[in-house]
């Protein structure tokens, strides 16, 4: 099993954030251009909703973000609800002394913010629901239109081996725990050695089925010619899935993901074949 170094066990919670500016579905990518427009302004109809929830790869506690925006000329503008309109999240799953529903008052982030946060205790296979209530923030049939029901499946957990030596000419072989479920696994790799080609920089991107496996070539990633010593690599695996948002709304998605982060030490050169 790979090796958690300090600095990585830091960044393991902000492994699904790192998604955001990288592939994440561009809905979740909040570009808010200057002061949050008033909510009783906007209908439902016309809200933006952005609902994430990340989690590690073998936890239930789950973190719960919801943003809200407004389509206008020259960009997107947060949303600043009224008081009076309150989201909240219903967690509903199954265990062998019968169904079991918690329901979680989603809070601002805090005082005057435009986001709602929230912890919740999600465990695999459990439906997330997530409601906005407006009903009694405004006597306009419009705005007060309530969007109860986003919902989302909370995918499975899974372990992850990754090589911790990683040389020139190596086939490597990523494994974890398939999903049953289908989809995808996205994998990205990063390290001060690396090249990469995106356009503004961040890690080096795979993608490949959620089946347990994936083999690549080191050559095949973008090393830096001129970082002779090698350096530590990180690799983060994101197992993501999206929901059905309520159709009140006007656009947005809702995603869960779960991610894990492993460290491996990438040397430029050629490793030890035994011979």
């Not at 809905?27 to 949050?36: D, E, I, M, S, T």
């Not at 199954?94 to 913010?113: H, I, K, L, N, Q």
């Not at 990205?188 to 961040?202: A, F, S, T, Y």
């Not at 795979?206 to 080191?218: A, I, R």
Request: charged residues 25%; negative net charge; glycine residues 10%.
């Amino acid at each position: 099993m790979g090796k958690h170094t300090d600095a990585i066990a830091r960044r393991r919670a902000v492994a699904a954030g790192r998604y955001l500016a990288g592939s994440w579905p561009a809905l979740l990518v909040l570009v808010a251009c200057g002061k949050p427009i008033d909510g009783a302004k906007v209908p439902t109809a016309e809200l933006q909703a952005s609902i994430h929830l990340g989690a590690d790869a073998s936890s239930r506690a789950t973190d719960l973000s919801v943003r809200f925006t407004y389509e206008e000329k020259g960009g997107s503008r947060a949303v600043l609800l009224r008081d009076a309109d309150t989201v909240r999240a219903t967690v509903r799953y199954e265990t062998v002394d019968g169904p079991v529903e918690d329901v979680v008052d989603v809070a601002r982030a805090y005082e005057g913010s435009v986001g709602y946060e929230a912890e919740l205790d999600v465990p695999s296979g459990a439906q997330v629901e997530v409601s906005l209530d407006r009903s009694r923030s405004s006597r306009d049939l419009d705005v007060g239109v309530s969007a109860p029901s986003s919902t989302v499946t909370m995918p499975e957990t899974f372990e992850v081996i990754v090589p911790e030596a990683w040389y020139v000419g190596d086939s490597i072989e990523l494994q974890w725990s398939a999903a049953t479920d289908g989809g995808d696994m996205e994998i990205d790799v990063d390290g001060d050695c690396l090249r990469n080609p995106l356009i503004g920089g961040g890690p080096f991107p795979l993608e490949t089925e959620d089946d347990g496996s994936y083999f690549f070539e080191v050559d095949r990633l973008p090393w830096d010619d001129e970082a002779t010593e090698g350096c530590e690599v990180e690799v983060s695996f994101r197992r993501v899935r999206s929901g059905t948002l309520d159709p009140a709304y006007g656009g947005g998605g809702i995603y869960v993901a779960r991610s894990a982060v492993l460290a491996a030490q990438y040397t430029a050169a050629v490793g030890d074949t035994g011979g």
